[in-house]
């Protein structure tokens, strides 16, 4: 089979990554990693960063130890930023290449317009021949509006600019799975993400980064849907990046779903935060799923959560199985009046609705 090739890729360093065991900003490592995503530029490749370790750096050169307070970890980041661009600005320019800073948040992916507004100056900088790095804005982002890891930052970096290879680099080799004597093994390929997979992330593992493996399943997640292939590979280990970019397979492959969603619906399942859940019947699941309908209160069993009217809400099947996505018309308070009433219009418009 000829070797797949990659056109726009996502590189995401993950803190581990780029943290000395000493907690110092590792610049060898993250100047071997520049080097080789500079290659990949060369190659006519368009390159996109995505990287943690403001927090670390920033709490490191204040003598802060581990921030704890919100403000501390705003100030750390605020610090450890502006350090973390200038090793990313001056490791590129080796290359000749030019780096820009972007910033993100949750509300700039949640809101269309500014999503749309985002995606326009990513695509102007990658058709410029430039590295944009991205991280969260930690600064001024608290802790309940943010995407608040850069796993999933990156796969909806991802998404948006219509990548189609995110690199996950992290401290372990790759994702694991457990046998049936329950020994753990390297799995080099996974093609869905069934309850075992969830099971086999287990807890936050490192103690540096945000979310271990079970942030990189979330980020699988959302690759899938968008039809983008990720890979989870050594952060340490020089020359995988090159490897993976050009077809090779190291680490562990996370095969995207063969339907991709087109633009809006990618955005709609998984740009905004969920803020409820809806179980729907039989009945309802065909209408949605084979006919392409709205959803309608008559086919609802049961709502959780306690949402507004335009917030996103999962949908279930009755074994609790996600089955779809939309933005809903009405607050969980008015929902909890129309169940299973007929002769009500629908709560979640078609075009306002994305099947998983
Ligand atoms: N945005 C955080 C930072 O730069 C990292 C979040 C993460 O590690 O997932 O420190």
Redesign the pocket.
């Known amino acids: 089979m000829a070797k797949k090739t990659y056109e726009i890729i996502v590189i995401k360093i993950?803190?581990s990554t780029l943290t000395t065991p000493q907690g110092k900003l590792d610049i060898t490592n993250l100047e071997r990693i520049a080097a080789e995503a500079s290659e990949l530029v060369k190659q006519k490749k368009r390159v996109l960063i995505v990287?943690?370790?403001?927090?670390?750096s920033g709490a490191e050169k204040l003598g802060l130890g581990k921030p704890k307070s919100i403000p501390e970890k705003q100030a750390a980041?605020a610090v450890?930023?502006s350090l973390l661009m200038r090793q990313y600005e001056k490791a590129f320019e080796k290359s000749g290449i030019t780096v820009a800073q972007v910033l993100l948040t949750r509300d700039a992916i949640a809101d269309r317009e500014r999503y749309l507004n985002a995606k326009n100056c990513l695509s102007t900088l990658l058709g410029e021949g430039v590295v944009p790095i991205i991280?969260?804005n930690?600064a001024v982002a608290i802790d309940e509006i943010k995407i608040g890891?850069?796993?999933t930052?990156a796969a909806l970096t991802a998404s948006l600019i219509g990548a189609d290879l995110l690199i996950l680099l992290t401290d372990v080799d790759g994702f694991y799975l457990k046998n049936e004597e329950g020994v753990p093994y390297l799995a080099s390929e996974i093609g869905e993400i069934t309850n075992e997979v969830r099971d086999a992330a287990g807890h936050p593992s490192t103690q540096?980064?945000?979310?271990g493996m079970i942030?990189k399943l979330q980020a699988a997640e959302i690759c899938s849907d968008a039809g983008i292939d990720l890979f989870i590979i050594s952060g340490r280990q020089a020359g995988l990046i090159k490897a993976v970019a050009s077809g090779e397979k190291h680490g562990t492959l996370f095969l995207p779903k063969t339907t991709k969603l087109e633009g809006r619906k990618r955005w709609l399942a998984h740009g905004l935060k969920k803020e409820g859940t809806i179980m729907i019947d039989p009945g309802a699941e065909t209408a949605l799923i084979k006919h392409g309908k709205s959803l309608l209160p008559v086919g609802i069993k049961s709502v959780t959560g306690k949402f507004k009217s335009g917030a996103l809400v999962g949908i279930v099947d009755e074994n609790d199985k996600e089955i779809a996505r939309g933005l809903i018309n009405v607050s969980s308070h008015e929902l909890a009046e129309l169940i299973g009433k007929k002769e009500v219009g629908e709560v979640i418009h078609r075009d306002n609705l994305v099947v998983l």
């Open positions: 993950g803190s990287t943690s370790g403001s927090i670390v980041a450890g930023q991280n969260e930690d890891d850069n796993d930052l540096l980064g945000t979310g942030t």
